[in-house]
């Protein structure tokens, strides 16, 4: 088999990547190892900044995505028991953020290749990459126990933090850090607990309170990073929230609907600054992973997206890789600044096992600043909606 782009990774960034591709005129073929139905149903992220929705919008996937999905003009930032509101629009000059769950916008970008008849492969797992210099590349994948070669003119790892693409590139430039805790997160039947996202700093450690639809929520609180999410019961996991999410004047807070979801989310900050390496390509969690205190994740993978497309389509096209050689540097400004915003949200807000009093009193302070600077105040805001 042959295609011009092959996509290994059914995620955000390989289907945004197969779609925008598909309508510049180069074929591709997406393979994701997992079954359409994980994908579709697998609970991820949920927020997406303004330029994510105007990218969506562009490319003729903003349909449902308008009408289903939620604007947020602000943020709460919850601590000492009283919560502060963080006015996302006033301070940006109208921008905000769109709550719409990542599988939603799954489920539009496989429709949206459905439609345009392209090989989408569900179940196939690639077992070698073949990327002898002086070649074009060739991978093998297995699909329900055949295994089919497949050679292409390019190979984009769009294959999460894992990814097999990534292990063929050698000597790779690579940073990362991890941090001593993780997110424990549910999804609990009921409506909001507030009209805006809720970010709580309590000495019990972090939480915050978000939303997937007007009856389901989407709940998380910092744990020790080997939990597991059968260590957690029911009781446990309300008490939790209800203490880290007690505001002083004593407003009573909704956590009893049924918990449907627990899941534990690692914590980790990576970046592989090799995202090119001849005619291997990296985009998304593949290349760069940021902890989800600042929702940047799938953000950041669609903005590579929108670097990477207009760039294979000139080296597939017009044999033009000028913008191929440049696209670790021009993603990497956004993922480094990403990197730096969320590793600052994530020390911000959650207790930090090794600060000492002098450093609990700067993250204090640091709080504080937040919400009685408007400097300070907006200089969250801009990194936050994008
Ligand atoms: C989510 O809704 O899953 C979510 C929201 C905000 C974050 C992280 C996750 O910072």
Redesign the pocket.
Known sequence: MRTEVAIVGGGPAGLLLAHLLHQAGVATVVLEQRSREAVEHTIR???LEQGTVDLLGATGLGERLSRDGVVHHGIELRFGGRGHRIPLSELTGGRAITLYPQHEVLRDLISARLVAGGPLLFGARVTHLDNSPGRLPRLRYEQQGIETTLNCDFVVGCDGFHSIVRSAIPQRREFQTTYPFAWYGILQEGPPLAPE?IYTHHARGFA?A?TRTPSLQ?LYLQCPPDTQSEDWSDAHIRHELGLRLATADGAPITCCGKIIQKDVVAMRSFVCETMRHGRLLLAGDAAHIVP????KGMNLALNDIRLLAPALVSAVRHGDDQLLQQYPADSLVRIWRAQRFSGWMTRLLHQMEDADPYQQRLQQTELERLVSSRAAALALAEEYVG
Request: glycine letters at 18%; zero cysteines.
């Open positions: 992220a949920g927020v996202l915050l978000s989407r989800p205190t600042g929702a």
